[in-house]
């Protein structure tokens, strides 16, 4: 592994992570730890294992190299004691990491009392999470720092996976049922708490999975409380959460890539031919393509894919004036 | 065969008398073998496409959708279309037979109608690339993604899937009647070469799991087509019993990729290390125990899935107990190295350095996912990707390349060239592992699988692997052509050139005749009678007591 590339892994999560920590991200909560020490353990008993195969092979292929091309080995077919030691270790050591497990699964599987709840939501391409008081947030997950956060997970349409590689636990979310998991996080090492991209899609998902990706923040108790209060009696109407809220982007990219319908990037100013004629896209144009998206269908897409969206002015008019900044 | 010739029943020859009509075990393996590798080639380059798009965290090279269509038939060809017809259909068509001293299959005819179907179950996979609907819903097509997937592309999947699943079952019922009746005189089970132990422990396998997986895609067709609602969550349907369906079969299908792979090490080993298979009925009892247990560990593909955590705990359990026949395997193949006489030839170092070296890699990164708590960080994480591609391309893969080379001179009647071997060798092990052993890091560090994106922190370990894949890519060229060179080329082998025990070298010619024996050999002893003997005398190349 190269000096670089060890420095690369080093900065994810902000902590000091390297080949010591196997490359994992900084763990973020009591659980991720014992998940490590867990993982140490196994990796130190499957690097023993592995040394001594490797070792062995090397070793017996080296030292009895045949020399004279009609030599035979040693007529020896089988020793029952030797047979019964190498079943038998590997045997115990395996019992031994499964007992160590078992009780480790129980641990994680029970939240605590006194849990604070967030429902997540998995939609093509977005994760909505919605909060007790009933504030919503797109992409955004801010959770309370120190505080037992369990999770109950949804999906709107196919299966996502919702993971958090600082929290070392995904779960699938599935549609028609409800899956959880919980945790108690700690802030990140090096005092920053907002972690770009870091709540990951880890369950193929269609066009954009890749993509399905939200921002983490945990927040000190106070601060938190302030946001969630706050979220919920703010005005809807800024750009970015009408967009995730509507669900734009599961059709519309915003980086020029293909998608079911035209990407945003480059949109406002852009010749369309609609009907055979040449129109260009400008305000006027946008807002009605969102209020009536059949009214002017360009060509290369047809009529009926998109569904008509009722939005408050100042909404419709922040989006339009987003999509202008997309160039 | 003289008496034929004298009652005048031979037809004349001709191309499509002697290949397409053939009910001849030898040639339907030959055309199984020749078949799988071309449809190899386009899984590789699906691969090489894969690899290429993740050099760089955000390339264009594919639109998203044709990146997810390259790893869906990546995965499809290299499971259905490669590794499963190679080990089975061509190693097991051709090998089989002879190695028991049988004159053929049980049933020749049925035997060609497996390939003929799964000819036709490849060709229905590849009309989807001509309609211009390639499925993009990954070779696990979970409902109900895979369900809303637009155009014919999955409907193509789910019919190849079918025909494919026809022809195992078949072949399968035809090596397991095979081996049970067709065996020469004094061929009794604890005397057949390891080789037919593990494809006859694949043939059950195959058997009990497959129907699983017709299951599975039909409810699917069914869901696409015909108003059911299996997995309409709106109506009551859930879609983790298509799971429960699809891993009941496709974890087994990894033995199925495994064991036949195992059995052509078990056969390479003890010929080059000139030393007899150290613990004969211990490996080939320890395939009927990974059979068995291979249907109870399924759900461990689903421990994030849905369950309750809890519930994963028994298939931890089996999935652990799994390991232990596994290791008795590995400790056995290295126990017969252990004193032996040791060639280095291409064969012998695809299995040893290749098959050992790598799968053991494989099989311990398999252990950490079978731990619930260390799943729950690792599943679907670029992990898992290294983890089943030690398996089955550190596995089953040089177990495929050593069998080429092995039975290279029975097949052709020809040598191929044993430097290139070597240097091909070389760069597949370097190659695999600059592939795949960065994954695992990329996996912990946070990657999913089948992502076109990833963050920039990643570029390096990424580019490793992309770098890793092209010298894999050239090797197999390279393999590909000494091969070929040597068809036409190659020196002339004799019957026996390296020496080995089992009935297709000791009692058939290089190439064998059409009924393979002149006269029906007659067993007397397990076929791995190498080494020296406490009495000092020793065993010449041909098996006579010196």
Redesign the interface.
């Known amino acids: ?2 000096s ?2 060890q420095k ?2 080093s ?2 999560g902000g902590g000091q ?1 390297g080949l010591s920590n ?4 900084e763990a973020l909560t009591g659980t991720a730890k ?2 490590d020490g ?2 140490g353990m ?2 130190w008993i ?1 690097l023993v ?2 040394i001594l ?2 070792a ?3 070793i ?2 080296i030292r ?3 020399k ?12 029952t004691k ?2 019964v030691i ?2 038998l270790i ?2 115990l050591i ?2 031994f ?2 007992i160590y ?2 009780s ?3 641990t ?2 029970e939240p605590p009392e006194n849990v604070y709840e967030i429902k997540v939501t998995g939609m093509k391409w977005a994760w909505e999470f919605e909060y007790p008081n009933g504030a919503k947030s797109f992409n955004d997950l801010r959770i309370p720092e120190g505080e037992n956060v369990l999770f109950k997970i949804y999906s709107k ?3 996502h ?1 919702f ?1 958090i ?1 600082e929290f ?5 979310a ?4 409800e ?1 959880r998991f919980w945790v108690n996080a700690d802030q990140l090492s090096g005092g920053e708490n907002k972690y770009e ?2 709540v ?12 399905m990706l939200a921002d983490l923040q945990i927040m000190p108790a106070k601060e938190f409380t302030a946001w969630v209060d706050a979220e919920l009696t703010r005005p809807k109407t800024d750009a970015q959460y009408v967009v995730q809220a509507n669900g734009c982007t599961s059709c519309h990219t915003i980086d020029g ?3 079911a319908g035209p990407t945003w990037k480059g949109l406002f100013g852009k010749k369309q031919i609609v009907n055979g004629q040449e129109v260009t896209v400008d305000e006027k144009y946008l807002e009605e393509a969102i209020v009536q998206p059949d009214a002017k269908t360009p060509e290369g897409y047809s009529t009926g894919m998109m569904p008509a969206f009722q939005m408050e002015p100042e909404a419709i008019k922040n989006v339009v004036e987003y999509i202008k900044s997309l160039q | 065969m003289e008496t034929l010739a004298a009652t005048g029943d031979v037809k004349r020859k001709s191309f499509f008398r002697d290949w397409i009509l053939t009910v001849d075990h030898k040639k339907i393996g030959i055309m199984y073998a020749l078949t799988s590798i071309i449809f190899f080639f386009f899984g590789g380059l699906a691969a090489i496409l894969i690899r290429t798009q993740l050099a760089l965290p955000d390339t264009q090279v594919l639109e998203p959708q044709q990146f997810n269509q390259a790893f869906t038939v990546h995965g499809t060809i290299m499971i259905f279309l490669w590794i499963i017809p190679m080990l089975t259909g061509a190693f097991g068509n051709y090998l089989v037979p002879i190695m028991i001293g049988a004159h053929d299959m049980a049933f020749p005819r049925m035997n060609a109608l497996s390939f003929w179907l799964f000819l036709l179950g490849g060709l229905v996979l590849f009309v989807s690339f001509f309609v211009g609907a390639v499925p993009d819903v990954g070779w696990t097509a979970y409902p109900p993604y895979s369900i809303e997937s637009q155009g014919a592309g999955l409907d193509f999947w789910i019919t190849s899937v079918h025909i494919l699943g026809l022809s195992s079952i078949l072949a399968a019922i035809n090596f397991i009647v095979s081996t049970w009746n067709m065996r020469t005189e004094g061929m009794t089970f604890n005397r057949m070469p390891l080789f037919v132990w593990a494809n006859l422990v694949t043939s059950f396998i195959q058997l009990f799991g497959t129907p699983a997986l017709a299951g599975a895609v039909t409810t699917l067709l069914l869901d696409r087509h015909f108003g059911t609602v299996f997995y309409n969550v709106q109506a009551g349907g859930d879609p983790m019993l298509y799971q429960h369906l699809f891993w009941f079969y496709s974890h087994p299908a990894v033995y199925v990729m495994i064991i036949p792979a195992m059995g052509i090490v078990s056969e390479i080993l003890p010929v080059f290390a000139r030393k007899p298979i150290f613990g004969y009925k211990a490996i080939a009892y320890s395939s009927i125990m990974i059979g068995l247990l291979g249907f109870m560990v399924w759900a461990h593909h689903m421990f994030v899935a849905g369950m309750q955590m809890t519930e994963g705990i028994p298939f931890m359990i089996t999935s652990m107990i799994i390991a232990v026949p596994t290791s008795i395997k590995i400790f056995n193949w290295l126990a017969t190295l252990w004193g032996g006489q040791i060639k280095y030839t291409t064969p012998m170092l695809f299995v040893s350095l290749g098959f050992l070296g790598l799968f053991t890699i494989g099989g311990l990164s398999g252990i950490m996912l079978g731990a619930v708590p260390l799943d729950l960080h690792l599943h679907d994480t670029y992990f898992v990707v290294a983890h089943f591609h030690y398996v089955v391309f550190g596995g089953s893969m040089t177990a495929i390349m050593a069998g080429m080379f092995f039975w290279f001179p029975k097949v052709t009647g020809r040598m191929y060239h044993e430097k290139f071997g070597q240097v091909a060798f070389w760069m597949y092990f370097i190659g695999t592992n600059l592939t795949f052993f960065p994954m695992h890091f990329i996996g912990m560090a946070g990657m999913p699988r089948r992502v076109f994106f990833y963050q920039p922190e990643l570029t390096t370990l990424n580019q490793v692997a992309t770098i890793g894949s092209f010298v894999i890519g050239i090797a197999s060229l390279l393999l590909i052509a000494n091969l070929v060179h040597a068809i036409f080329k190659g020196q002339k082998a004799v019957q026996n050139p390296w020496g080995a025990q089992t009935l297709e070298w000791t009692n058939a010619s290089s190439p064998p005749t059409e009924f393979n024996f002149e006269e029906m050999p007659v067993v007397t002893s397990d076929p791995y009678q190498f080494g020296e003997k406490k009495d000092g005398k020793t065993l010449d190349d041909d098996g006579v007591t010196a």
Not at chain 1, 200 to 211: D, T, V
């Open positions: 592994m190269s670089a590339a690369e892994i900065q994810i992570v196997f490359y994992l991200p014992d998940i867990l993982f196994i990796v499957a294992m592995f195969v490797e062995l092979l090397v017996f292929l009895y190299k045949r004279h091309p009609d030599k035979h080995g040693k007529a020896i077919d089988g020793n030797a047979e190498w079943t590997p045997a395996l019992v990491i499964g497990s078992t480790m699964v129980y994680i599987q349409d196919v299966i996976s993971w590689p070392r636990i995904k779960q699938d599935v549609p028609g049922r899956t991209k870091r990951i899609c880890a369950e193929y998902c269609g066009n954009q999975h890749s993509l890539g293909k998608s």
